[in-house]
């Protein structure tokens, strides 16, 4: 065999190589654009067929407050308005945590419609929270989503009739003049 025919072999060798590892790459690269295709289809069938169905609130969600002090988070008063008639009140009260400047509170209302409005006083201040819906997704771990795909409470959708942005409750927003439906 001549140098000739030996770099020859040798480049047809390495071309084959390089031509099963780039298959393998885009074998992979489908495969994974497939599974991102067929998770957003699966997501959007879950939306428009569970989570656009469900009436009720069900769960204790979060309710972050910004702006406070210590003194106007002891009492915080939440009116559940189902209709134009204010159902259940309740008052709770934040636990504080210096660590970190929004204050969580836990909604204490378990189970109403989502049509209803939550009223929240704090601080001399009234929020008109409304709009409560659900949302699909998918738990996603380090190689894409993990388990099935799932509804999850969006929170309020509206504060005060405004957009809700990031849902905290911020004192500079709230109502002052605001009169509390009839019971």
Not at 29 to 38: A, F, H, L, P, R
Not at 76 to 97: C, G, M, P, W
Not at 138 to 160: A, T
Request: aromatic share 12%.
């Amino acid at each position: 065999m001549t140098a000739r025919k030996i770099f020859k072999v040798i480049a047809i060798f390495i071309a084959i190589i390089i031509g099963v590892i780039l298959l393998l790459v885009a074998f992979v690269w489908g495969s994974v654009e497939w599974n991102q295709y067929s998770s957003k289809k699966e997501a959007i069938r879950m939306q428009k067929e569970v989570c656009d169905t469900i009436t009720t609130v069900d769960g204790k969600l979060p309710i972050y407050l910004g702006g406070f002090s210590k003194k106007e988070l002891k009492e915080i008063r939440f009116y559940l308005q189902q209709n134009k008639l204010l159902a259940k009140d309740t008052v709770v009260s934040a636990e504080l945590n210096s660590q970190v400047e929004l204050q969580t509170v836990i909604l204490p209302f378990e189970h109403f419609n989502i049509n209803d409005k939550l009223i929240v006083y704090v601080g001399k201040r009234y929020y008109v929270l409304s709009g409560f819906s659900y949302t699909a997704g998918y738990n996603y771990g380090m190689f894409g989503p993990v388990g099935s795909c799932e509804c999850r409470g969006g929170g309020y959708e509206k504060i005060n009739g405004q957009d809700a942005g990031s849902g905290t409750l911020i004192k500079k927003y709230g109502l002052i003049n605001y009169q509390l439906p009839p019971r």
